[in-house]
């Protein structure tokens, strides 16, 4: 296009960034094209030669228009953004001075803030981190666990029998693979200090099950799993870096298993670890099952087929179940097949606490932004009066709208900030608190975590900075304006308080009321007798290998150490015990034989947990002896056959009939067995958890060489460790201690959840009460400084202090019952949520809820005596001059 003078000052953008109008660009383009034709007819040109000539000369105007179009609107857009980024960081300029000049209101709102949302983020960093992220395991969604119970009892499918999962493997179609395994340690010794080595003996479906290709050598064969094939072993990663050195040429190498030497095979890829009890550094071949049916002892998973359903495969392993029921009822009847998602396994029971605990957190949040809005209704009363003048002199409500939000949407971004760093904390001490299931999905503050503290923080906005927007940006600021100076006027504001107020004492209530039925069930739990003492009580575990010690060096080396730690200061008394109570181990068995009685099959058979215990066990734990006699020096191998029952066994088994002199048989034994005492029941899987009862047998009848040592110390049990150590080292120093802890510990551990939950209910709950106070306090106190001359009047008319305190008081104490009665409704309707958590507690319970609401008024009205005391402090005679 040819240079057209003056076309470029001609054709100029608008200042205003509003679009050019397109008629008056094609005027101004037919204008210069008509200039040219005036200045070649001017000169001689032909009209219609001289408009040829100067459309040539110009160009295509048609594309020439486009351009300037096109460069005007986007001149326009950016001329829009940044008057708009012009005004938001005007407007966040002039909130941060807002709220630098009222320092404690914005301390108070900000944390205020920080507390609801940090409450929300560390509790969803809980449930992302232990429920909603993804297993690592490929196919995770399709790998479950297949286990027995009894049919009659609810629950989670439990471990089975060998013989049972040959058959579940034979007979399954709904499975892409099957794979079985059951743990327990082993002594590795040959490569320094002798240790403890969890082991896992798996079969090769497991390989299938989890899609593992070891990272060196392989997996196991069919041929792994032959009765009296060879020891061999898949080591993980960590175990190959740290106690084989790392060495490719360990694959092939030789490891000592309870002096038995093991072939490594494989190396399992770094950073692969089985779910649950099968994440060992050590699997072994699973072979050579003697357990038969009856010995239900291991857990299997298995790989659902692609095109399967759970209920598919459920509806499938029901038949199988009655099926194998039909073939062997003797061990079978009576029994369920379960077939349970991994992810279900993995959370156990933390499902349904953690998301009530986090619908707990959301209602403090929620408690924290009315407190907020309360606030910003305060003080958006108290601006009343700077914001009329703003709209008097031009400014239009949105725009006053808009500031507001900005100021609150400062506070929010702050709050949110404080609040984040606040869950990063209380993240690692819900670490420490947390239950078991936290050291393998731990809490994580990951991008998830922080894009909800994010929405969080944008809802909050929203929810307490909109309706103190809407309240406080006048509509009429004449109204306002033309009000006496110095008076504001909220009336309904002062309404909208009241009623955050009320919704802040409703949730407030639910969540007492919740976390005091809770607290009533843990007081419950810790009332139960658990039948032993755990004070002052040192437990360790020992596993001597068969290469060593057959049955009568077992127990010979049992007695050695039990007698020379009873002869140690410090020692009260010491026994050995098969299992430990409280310890998570279980060794049930179930009686069908009893003389005199018809064979016991399937569910009418007698359960029990088995203990081999030496004859100071009882004294030791605290056991009391009910009727007969415990195990004395007589009760020696080749002695008649002679056991223990508890109380819960006996009852359950003959009724109100005398148990000594019963004879049945056990394991191990073909001999029937007498029972010649009956002790106190203990409470072995936790205080709140039914157990089937205890069968005691002497280790000198059934010598066990995996056995646990219990040990009643008179100080600190820790500090008796070292005493133990050297006293078992001095007897064989290839035999290392471990899960050395004690009773004190045990037992806790199996009430952490509980305490857990109960702990972050209760914290959420204070912290609810303390907020909802809080909003009733300023909403109390707002209203006195309010009727200030109302009060003034009426005192000068001649009414009494004590009337204008019991005033304030009763309005206090209204808003509180209103607050207690929706909130119990609330409470009511809420029990069923967390019926699962309380223990012989109902969700209805009335004397909790009477007691919260009583409570809580009788608070609300003490929250009422300071503002009552400034009403009655107003001078009449200032009041009267002012008016």
């Known amino acids: 296009m040819p240079r057209i003078p003056g076309l470029r000052r001609a054709v100029r953008l608008p200042a205003s960034g509003a679009s050019a109008d397109e008629a008056a660009i094609d005027a101004e383009l037919r204008f210069h094209i008509d200039s040219r034709i005036d200045e070649l007819t001017a000169s001689g040109t032909p009209p219609a030669d001289a408009r040829r000539i100067a459309e040539r000369e110009f160009g295509d105007w048609r594309r020439y228009r486009d351009d300037v179009l096109t460069i005007d609107r986007r001149f326009a857009r950016e001329t829009r953004m940044r008057q708009f980024t012009e005004s938001v960081v005007d407007d966040v300029c002039h909130a941060t001075r807002v709220l630098q000049a009222q320092p404690a209101f914005a301390l108070a709102a900000i944390l205020t803030i920080a507390l609801g949302i940090g409450a929300t983020t560390s509790v969803f960093g809980v449930v992302r981190g232990t429920l909603l992220r993804a297993l690592p395991f490929t196919d995770a969604d399709r790998i479950v666990h297949i286990g027995e119970r009894t049919a009659d009892k609810p629950g989670r499918g439990g471990t089975t029998s060998y013989d049972n999962f040959n058959d579940w493997r034979r007979l399954a ?90 072939r490594v095979v494989g190396v399992l890829p770094r950073g692969f670890a089985g779910p649950g009890d099968l994440a060992r550094p050590v699997w072994l071949n699973f072979s050579d099952d003697t357990d038969g049916r009856g010995g239900r002892s291991k857990n299997v998973y298995g790989l659902l087929r692609s095109a399967v359903t759970l209920e598919q495969a459920r509806a499938e392993m029901d038949g199988i179940g009655a099926q194998l029921a039909r073939e062997y009822p003797k061990d079978n009847s009576g029994m369920s097949v379960v077939v349970d998602r991994l992810a279900d396994l993995v959370v156990g029971d933390l499902r349904r606490p953690l998301y009530i605990l986090l619908g707990a957190s959301l209602l403090v949040l929620l408690i924290a932004c009315a407190n907020v809005s309360n606030l910003l209704l305060a003080r958006g009363v108290a601006r009343g009066r700077e914001l009329a003048v703003r709209a008097a002199l031009g400014a239009a409500r949105s725009r006053l709208i808009r500031q507001l939000l900005t100021e609150s949407a400062l506070l929010a971004a702050l709050g949110a900030a404080l609040g984040v760093a606040m869950a990063a904390l209380a993240t690692k001490g819900l670490l420490a608190l947390g239950p078991a299931v936290f050291a393998q999905r731990p809490p994580s503050l990951d991008g998830a975590v922080l ?78 007798e658990p039948g032993i003492r755990g004070d002052h009580l040192l437990t360790l575990s020992l596993n001597l290998p068969r290469a060593r010690y057959d049955s009568s060096k077992s127990t010979i080396f049992y007695s050695e150490v039990e007698h020379r730690l009873g002869a140690m200061p410090g020692v009260r008394a010491v026994a050995v015990t098969s299992l430990v109570p409280f310890g998570g181990d279980f060794d049930r068995i179930g009686i069908s034989d009893i003389a005199g009685e018809p064979a016991h099959q399937g569910k009418d058979m007698p359960e029990a947990d088995r203990y081999i215990v030496s004859p100071g066990y009882f004294a030791t734990m605290g056991i009391r002896l009910v009727r007969g006699r415990v195990f004395d020096g007589n009760d020696r191998h080749d002695a008649p056959l002679v056991c223990l029952v508890d109380e819960v066994f006996a009852k359950r088994t003959w009724g109100t009939g005398d148990p000594i002199g019963k004879r049945m048989k056990l ?181 909790i809820l009477g007691a919260v609401a009583a409570g809580l008024v009788s608070v609300a009205m003490l929250a009422c005596v300071v503002p009552a005391r400034r009403a009655t402090a107003v001078d009449v005679a200032e009041v009267l001059r002012a008016d």
């Open 451 to 528: 894009a909800v503290a994010i929405a969080l923080s944008i809802a909050t906005t929203v929810i307490f900075g909109l309706i103190p927007a809407l309240r406080s940006a006048p509509a009429e600021p004449q109204t306002t304006l033309r009000a006496t100076s110095g008076r504001a006027t909220g009336g309904q504001s002062a309404r909208t308080r009241t009623m955050l107020a009320v919704a802040q004492l409703s949730l407030a209530v639910v969540l007492l009321a919740e976390s005091g039925m809770v607290f009533k069930s843990f007081a419950r739990v810790l009332a139960i």
């Open 173 to 262: 179609r709904s499975f892409e693979a099957i794979g079985l395994y059951n743990t327990w340690q082993s002594v590795l010794t040959g490569r320094g200090d002798p240790e403890r080595v969890p082991v896992a003996g798996v079969s090769a479906g497991i390989f299938d099950v989890f899609h593992v290709t070891p990272l060196l050598g392989r997996g196991f064969t069919p041929e792994d799993n032959l009765d009296r094939a060879a020891a061999v072993a898949v080591v993980s990663y960590e175990f190959w870096r740290t106690r084989l050195g790392g060495d490719p040429a360990a694959v092939g190498g030789t490891i000592l298993l309870n002096l038995t030497p093991v």
């Open 667 to 847: 394991q191990a034994r073909s001999e029937y067995a007498t029972v010649v005492g009956v002790v106190t029941h203990v409470k072995t899987y936790g205080l709140d958890v039914d157990s089937p009862g205890q069968i005691y047998m002497s280790n000198e009848q059934y010598p066990w060489r995996w056995m646990s040592m219990v040990v009643r110390t008179i100080g600190a049990p820790d500090a008796l460790v070292p005493t133990v150590r050297r006293v078992v080292h001095d007897i064989d120093p290839d035999e290392p201690l471990s899960d050395v802890s004690t009773m004190e510990r045990l037992m806790e551990s199996l009430l952490r959840a509980r305490r857990f939950t109960l702990s972050l209910l209760g914290a959420f709950a204070a912290a609810a009460i303390t907020l909802a106070l809080i909003g009733l306090y300023g909403v109390i106190a707002y209203g006195v400084s309010q009727r200030r001359r109302e009060f003034g009047v009426r005192i000068a008319l001649g009414a009494q202090t004590s009337d204008i305190a019991r005033m304030v008081v009763a309005e206090g104490a209204w808003i509180g019952i209103i607050g207690a009665a929706i909130g119990s409704v609330g409470a009511l309707a809420t029990g069923r949520a967390i019926a699962a958590l309380l223990f012989e507690v109902s969700p209805h319970d009335l004397a």
